[in-house]
């Protein structure tokens, strides 16, 4: 179902789906329709059916297919984007009452991942969550539409079972081979990411719904008390999942103190569970940070919705109980609302907005350097590799080289206690 290659024309389509009166149903509507613009396809019509029952065979109930149907030809139209996950089933039994295409709303946001995956790392993990996608729903002829005329006759089946068999046996072992690629690149990524480097600075995640404003929180982060440098600036654009990779940078303040800030892959509603898989080890920085950011994009009306399935998306990945910062984002374009201001572990900001960042900036230290002790440390010169990392890494107040080794005060992190413990002269807060 990709464009015509012959026309510039954006493909068009019917936006479709059953409510089950789940009270966000008309946001996760118009969320699909921001899909389908973000596949480069366009809208010519809504479909909607009230129900408070499922219908397992054609996921609409009977007189709504029959609906579509005429709505599809009257608008010229034969594909229609569904906004759930349907069974192969639930499409066939579709595709064969309506002689239409129909595209489920997984299907739509592996296309949107696969459009946008740049690197290889997300190459491959997009092709994988795709390749676990078509699995079930794979047809001997290749063209589930060429199912509904083939013959039923028990010859024909036992035939068509075994090509089955052997196309899915193909894909399964593509699957593998594509896990073991991916394996392999995810050694060689992300080179400074602080499980490959060994570091003790604090690691801050930016996590959040698609297009809330993290990447622009990153490099406002990054530019922070500097002049603009553009190479350690990450992709930001107003689109669906501008980000399917995970960048990682060190900040460093004028207090000398530092902290890594990892920014990712974005969140949507109903993110295909294969996907989320398939995306573990970009979402690893999440999983390893100290604290998270949840940026979340607060001039939009349902910021509320967007902030429960980031929770629940973090759940899915086995992200609970982080401390977080929610950080309430495009202040600016909210009517009436003050910022920068910070209320608890809230803020209200504008990641365009110098001020704002420097709030940030503060409420960051706040909570990650909470537990940092002032530390006076004596390091033999026979140890020089380990006075040159806590010179490296750490917030250092003074150093001084003595006759009995280098004596250095810094404010160290509970970690960092632990792993220079005999070294410690004295300790006390900071
Ligand atoms: N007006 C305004 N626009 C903002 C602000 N923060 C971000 N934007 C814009 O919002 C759009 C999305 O920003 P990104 O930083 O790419 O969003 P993201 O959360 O990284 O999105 P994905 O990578 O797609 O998940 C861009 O066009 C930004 O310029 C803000 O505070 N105010
Ligand atoms: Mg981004």
């Known amino acids: 179902m990709t464009e015509s290659k012959l026309t510039f024309e954006k493909t068009r389509v019917i936006v479709a789906g059953v409510s089950h009166l789940q009270p966000d149903f008309e946001y996760t509507m118009q969320e699909l329709a921001s899909l389908v613009e973000a596949n480069n396809m366009e809208v010519a019509d809504t479909i909607t059916q009230k129900s408070d029952t499922v219908s397992g065979a054609t996921y609409f109930g009977s ?22 996950e349907l069974t192969p089933s639930q499409i066939r039994n579709l595709e064969k009452e309506t002689k239409l295409s129909f595209m489920d709303r997984t299907e739509l946001i592996l296309q949107v991942f696969s459009n946008r995956a740049q690197t290889k790392q997300a190459k491959l993990q997009v092709e994988i969550a795709k390749l676990q996608y078509q699995l079930p729903r794979i047809h001997p002829s290749g063209n589930p539409l060429d199912q509904q005329s083939a013959s039923g006759g028990l010859a024909n089946r036992g035939a068509g079972e075994s090509k089955l068999e052997l196309d899915r046996r193909v894909i ?12 392999t690149v995810d050694k060689t990524v992300d080179v400074q990411s602080r499980r490959r480097t060994n570091t003790t600075l604090p690691l801050v995640s930016l996590v959040g719904y698609t297009n809330a404003g993290k990447s622009t929180t990153m490099n406002g982060l990054l530019n922070f008390n500097k002049e603009d440098s553009e190479d350690r600036k990450v992709f930001e654009k107003n689109m669906l999942f501008a980000t399917l990779d995970t960048s990682v940078r060190r900040i460093d303040l004028e207090d000398n103190s530092s902290f890594l800030l990892s920014d990712t892959v974005g969140f949507v509603s109903k993110l295909p569970h294969n996907l989320v898989e398939s995306f573990k080890t970009t979402l ?28 629940q998306t973090l759940k899915e990945i086995g992200v609970v109980d982080k401390p977080m910062i929610y950080a309430f984002n495009k202040a600016d374009l909210k009517k009436g609302q003050q910022f920068p201001t910070i209320e608890g572990d809230n803020i209200y900001y504008s990641a365009l907005d110098k001020k704002s960042i420097a709030l940030l900036v503060q409420l960051i230290k706040q909570k990650i350097f909470a537990d940092y002790k002032q530390t006076e440390l004596l390091i033999p010169y026979s140890d020089q590799k380990i006075t040159e990392e806590i010179l490296r890494n750490s917030q250092i107040v003074k150093k001084e080289f003595t006759n009995d080794g280098s004596l250095i005060t810094a404010n160290l992190s509970p970690k960092e206690l632990e792993k220079f413990n005999k070294y410690i002269e004295t300790e006390s807060s900071f």
């Not at 399964?172 to 394996?183: F, G, Q, S, V, Y």
């Open 172 to 183: 399964r072992k593509r699957i593998t081979a594509l896990r073991n690629e991916l394996k």
């Open 284 to 311: 690893k920085e999440a999983q390893d940070a100290d604290i998270l950011i949840q940026v979340i994009d607060v001039s939009d009306e349902h910021w509320q919705n967007m902030l429960e399935v980031t929770e």
């Open 63 to 84: 007189g709504k297919v029959t609906e579509i149907k005429e709505i599809a030809n009257a608008d010229d139209v034969n594909i229609i984007v569904l906004n759930d």
